[in-house]
């Protein structure tokens, strides 16, 4: 018997398209496409691969995309230099950093020299203390793609144990500021475990809802979990296989064992991933928005 309902987030992102198409037609009147700058340095085929579909759909939904692909070896003030120009060029209203960067690149310098205002990832300092102060900015794409698929399927967090397994600024620490916050489908009870965390299954097991976004493949277990919980795959590994490709795409979560419970799960692929996409096309049409209502009064 298989008890596991897959929460799809390729429907719920078709959903907030419909959404996001009404104010793109609403800005095309005014004569404004929204256009996102994509920096993408070196040969890391994952993050060429994740860059394609960004652009994809932006290209799919008439909006202007541009990537500007610098070597391996590019020094770090080149890439400063390039933030600074996109910055000032108001042809762009969103700029974003594919990430990881090479080593030799300090992360932070560059992340921060980024302006706040064409922020659409939401990793610049000032937008990540906006949200922690309950008055968010741009809200990072994948914590603000996994809210919406919560407030799909009617999941309301309210007095909720919710465990975030991981605390990185992308997703572990942006999801669990946002749900625990008193709004609308959140307000929970949040714990965060990482690497320091002595004994993980003893917060998992009495979770309603687990976040995991580790980047360990399999992690999540059956037995770490309880029946009828839910959760929420951030996962995106490659392993190697058999097929044509050489490789496939699973999550931190271990189906075929957790077949074992009662469970509602996001599937990897097809479950935050395309959610993510769909934000960071949400995030810089609001980014236009933004750029269109400064003009108009200014
Ligand atoms: P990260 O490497 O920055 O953070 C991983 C976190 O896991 C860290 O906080 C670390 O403390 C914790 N961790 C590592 N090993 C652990 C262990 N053994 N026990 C407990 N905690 C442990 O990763 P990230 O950027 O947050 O991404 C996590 C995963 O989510 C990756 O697979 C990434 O590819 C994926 N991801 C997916 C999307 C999407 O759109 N679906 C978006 C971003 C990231």
């Known amino acids: 018997m298989n008890n596991i309902t897959y929460l799809s987030g390729k429907e719920v992102s078709d959903f907030v398209y419909r959404d996001i198409k009404k104010r793109i037609r609403l800005l095309d009147k005014k004569k404004i496409i929204p256009s996102l700058a994509v920096i993408l340095i070196g040969d890391n085929q994952a993050s060429e691969l994740y860059v394609r579909s960004k652009t994809k759909t932006f290209k799919k939904l008439n909006l202007h995309s541009k990537i500007f692909k610098l070597s391996e070896t590019t020094s770090e003030k080149k890439i400063l230099n390039l933030i600074y120009e996109i910055n000032k060029n108001s042809y762009f209203h ?35 203390g906006l949200l922690s102060v309950g008055r968010p900015n741009f809200i990072p794409c994948t914590p603000k793609g996994i809210m919406k698929i919560l407030e799909y399927y009617k999941v309301n967090l309210n007095g909720k144990n919710v465990v975030v397994l991981g605390r990185s600024n992308i997703v572990g620490r942006p999801i669990s500021i946002l749900i625990s ?34 980047g360990i493949p399999g992690f999540l277990k059956a037995d770490m979990v309880k029946n009828n919980s839910i959760i929420i795959d951030v996962g995106i590994n490659r392993i190697k296989d058999q097929s044509s490709k050489g490789y496939s795409i699973v999550g931190d979560a271990d189906l075929l064992d957790l077949k074992k419970k009662t469970i509602d799960i996001t599937p990897v692929p097809g479950g935050v991933g395309p959610m993510t996409i769909s934000m960071l096309v949400e995030n810089t049409v609001e980014s236009a928005e933004k750029y269109c209502a400064r003009s108009s009064a200014g």
């Open 94 to 128: 969103g700029l974003l950093i594919q990430l990881p960067l090479p080593n030799h690149i300090d992360k932070e310098k560059v992340v921060f020299s980024i302006n706040p205002e064409k922020d659409v990832d939401g990793f610049h300092p000032i937008n990540a």
């Open 181 to 214: 916050s008193k709004t609308k489908y959140a307000n929970a009870t949040t714990t965060i475990c990482h690497s320091g965390t002595l004994d993980i299954k003893k917060f998992t097991r009495n979770a309603d809802v687990v976040i995991v976004a580790l």
